[in-house]
Structures are given as structure tokens and as C-alpha cells.
């Protein structure tokens, strides 16, 4: 077994996840492979610290991007392994309990079949659930990767970030992540760097199933909890699954996209009008959401439209150039 993570300045909260990984009861021959994303607070030093207790590779890669960490790793292991084998993928802010490579091992063995495994992941709150945030409880799901199911079949988009397990054959056929999604050092970024991956292994037919007891806990820290980092989560939730949804489409996905975009805006603000004793927060996230949602469809589109271009003025070029040889 192979677990695969990356970190980004995150020594602190590293520190408690390789303590609690420490802990974890490891399916003979498990290697665990760190990479540190340029950090500057010492998290490379750690990683190498925890050598002597774990069995860890490290590595540095310079590309800011935890997708571009996680294919760093993907490319340099993946000959090596056998099909079968599963490759775990965790963050820096987790706990996983004692038994969470051995529930996915169980599972894996029990459904040779399936490529995709879904864990549990739970919070760890900072000093007690949030009170103030209860008006979008329905939402916590996004804003701290928290998820759960019953054991059993799930659609692949139900493996989130800090607990998934793939088989080795998914990679080595060549699936990797995608850079320009996730976390990269700054507030602007599309969310769902696993999704997008998960959501191209549910289109092309690979099983995933739900593992209850693979579970961790998602360390949230006391500054994702402010009014203002909640609106940025939004935010990007909204702008990446605009970017997905874009992909691949023409003008008449943008229009799509832009539509539920601007009714979702629109429905936000007309709610907030009609209820204004009512908490505002609710109104709030799905406004923002939806400007993330238009944001997100029309960059992607503007993406595609140059690459289009682009290659058109190439043809054109290798065209002419043809031509005159011929002359």
C-alpha cells in the first residue's frame, strides 16, 4: 500500500497528522510518500524529522499545487506497483484512526472489481462546533471536505481529498490530477482537484465504493471559520464546478452556466430583500457561490476559445508554408 501527501507551510497541523499517522496500524510493505510544496516554516525539516518513525519518502516539489505534489509522487512510483495495489491520498490536516489502511485493505480485498475507495472524514473542530455558522450546516460538507455514506456502491465523486484509495491500474493507464485545480498558496483557486479527477473516472465506468471505517478526522482551524474565509470557500467551490461544468462545452454551456449563475444571484438577493431580520449568511453563500459558478464557466471558455484559436492559426501557418515549398 502507498499513502501519498502534500504540504504547503502547514508544520503545525503536520505535526499532529504524522503523530496520529504514527499510530496507524500499517498493512505489511505500506510506504508513505511526503511532499513538501515550497514551504518556508520548516516543513521539509519535519517531514525528514518523522523518517526515523515512519517509513517516508520525501520529496520537494517547487510548482506550487498540491495536484502537482500528488503527480510528482504518481510518476515517479507508478511502474513499480502491482495493479492491484492502492494508493492512498490524505492532506496534512487529517487524524486517521488507528484502523483506516487496514479498512481499506478489507475493502479492496472484499470488491477485487473496484477501482475507487471512499473514507469517512469527520471534523475536528478547533474549540467546539460552530454556533454562528448553524444557518448553513447543510453546506459544511464543502466548506470543510467533511462526508459520510452507508458502506456500499458509490459514484466515484463521493471519494473526497483527504481519504481516497485507487488502484495503481487507474494511474498507470494513465489518469493524473489536474494542476489547475485545488489549493496553490493562494485564496484564487478552482476547488475540486480530486473531483475533477473523480468525476472523469465515474464518465469512463469505474466502481467506487463507500468504506465507513475508513475514517479521519479533518483538523478545522479557527481562521476557516470567519465570515470572510466562508464566503472565499464558497467562492471557489463555485468557481471550479463552473470550470467543470464548462470543459468541453461551446457557447451554449456558457449561456447554461451563466443562467444558473445569474438565477442564483438573483434568488439570493430577492430571499435576503423579503426576509431582512433573517440571518444574512445563508443569502450570502449562495450569492457568492453563484458568482464563483459564472466566474469559473467563463474563464474556461475563454481558455478554450484561445486554445482553439490558436491552433487554428497554426494550421493556417503550416498551410502556407506548405504551399510555398510547393511553388
Known amino acids: 500500500m502507498i499513502v501519498i501527501l502534500s504540504s504547503l507551510n502547514g508544520r503545525d497541523r503536520l505535526r499532529d497528522m504524522l503523530a496520529a499517522l504514527n499510530k496507524v496500524r500499517l498493512p505489511a510493505g505500506t510506504v508513505i510518500h511526503a511532499v ?25 516539489q517547487p510548482i506550487r499545487g498540491k495536484n502537482h505534489c500528488l503527480n510528482l509522487v504518481l510518476d515517479e512510483i507508478r511502474d513499480g506497483l502491482s495493479p492491484k495495489e492502492l494508493i492512498v491520498f490524505t492532506d496534512d490536516d487529517t487524524l486517521p484512526e488507528a484502523d483506516w489502511l487496514e ?45 459520510s455514506a452507508g458502506e456500499g456502491p458509490v459514484k466515484c465523486a463521493m471519494a473526497w481529498g483527504p481519504n481516497i484509495a485507487v488502484r495503481a491500474s487507474v494511474f498507470q493507464s494513465g489518469y493524473r490530477f489536474d494542476g489547475r485545480f485545488g489549493p496553490n498558496g493562494t485564496n484564487r483557486y478552482p476547488m475540486g482537484s480530486e473531483t475533477e479527477l473523480m468525476e472523469r473516472l465515474d464518465r469512463a465506468g469505474y466502481a467506487a465504493w463507500f468504506v465507513a471505517k475508513a475514517s479521519v478526522r479533518h483538523m478545522i482551524r479557527t481562521s476557516q471559520l470567519d465570515h470572510e474565509s466562508v464566503l472565499q470557500r464558497a467562492y471557489r467551490h463555485g468557481f471550479g464546478n463552473g470550470w467543470r461544468t464548462q470543459r468541453g462545452g461551446g457557447l451554449a454551456r456558457l449561456a447554461f452556466c451563466q443562467w444558473v449563475a445569474l438565477r442564483g444571484v438573483i434568488g439570493a438577493r430577492v430571499r435576503r430583500t423579503l426576509s431582512p431580520k433573517s440571518n444574512p449568511l445563508p443569502h450570502q453563500f449562495h450569492d457568492t457561490w453563484a458568482r464563483g459558478l459564472a466566474s469559473g464557466s467563463m474563464l474556461e471558455y475563454r481558455a478554450a476559445r484561445a486554445i482553439r484559436s490558436a491552433i487554428v492559426a497554426e494550421e493556417i501557418e503550416t498551410e502556407e508554408v506548405s504551399t510555398e515549398l510547393l511553388r
Open 36 to 60: 513538501d510544496n515550497g514551504s518556508d516554516d520548516g516543513t521539509l525539516q519535519l517531514l525528514k524529522e518523522f523518517r526515523a518513525r515512519l517509513p517516508l519518502v520525501v520529496y520537494s
Open 103 to 147: 479498512a481499506f485493505q478489507a475493502a479492496a480485498d472484499a470488491h477485487p472489481d473496484t477501482a475507487v475507495f471512499a473514507g469517512q472524514i469527520l471534523p475536528q473542530w478547533p474549540d467546539g462546533e460552530p454556533s454562528h455558522l448553524e444557518p448553513i450546516r447543510e453546506h459544511f460538507g464543502i466548506l470543510f471536505s467533511l462526508t
